[in-house]
């Protein structure tokens, strides 16, 4: 039997990730994906549960606005705030260009409002899935990474 080198979780023979934590079993093939919470391409992709339980308060305030320096600042290790982070900080860069936008009289006042409308629903549904504890991108704007 074989035990996972990240958190000793014992492991089923032929297993190409953790069942625990996914991390990749050593010698298994790294484009195999046994666990399906698990996605390497984006989209749904899983942190380690204590990673989420202890930063689940700094990924929530990386969405509203400015507060998004706070889990930049505050968990600069945690997986599960630095992505909740970049998704708070692109979301941020879009309200602020929508803003911007609001100068421009008539148009620029619709665009303004429509993409403030867009931002609001795109911040609740970060927002929730902090929460639940998911790393799901963001519709449209998720796939821009900011934060490294």
Known sequence: M??????????????????????????????????????PVGGNTSADANDVNTNKIYAVLAYFGFLVLIPIL??????????????????????IICMALGIVPILGWLVSFAGGIFALVLAILGIVNAVNGEMKELPVIGSIKILK
């Open 2 to 39: 074989a035990f996972c080198s990240n958190c000793g979780a014992q492991l089923e023979d032929g297993a190409n990730v953790c069942p625990n934590c996914g991390t990749p079993v050593a010698g298994a093939n790294p484009n195999a994906n046994a666990n399906p919470d698990v996605n």
């Open 74 to 95: 505050a968990a600069p290790k945690s997986e599960f705030a630095k992505y909740h982070s970049n998704q708070g900080l692109v979301l941020f860069i879009f309200e």
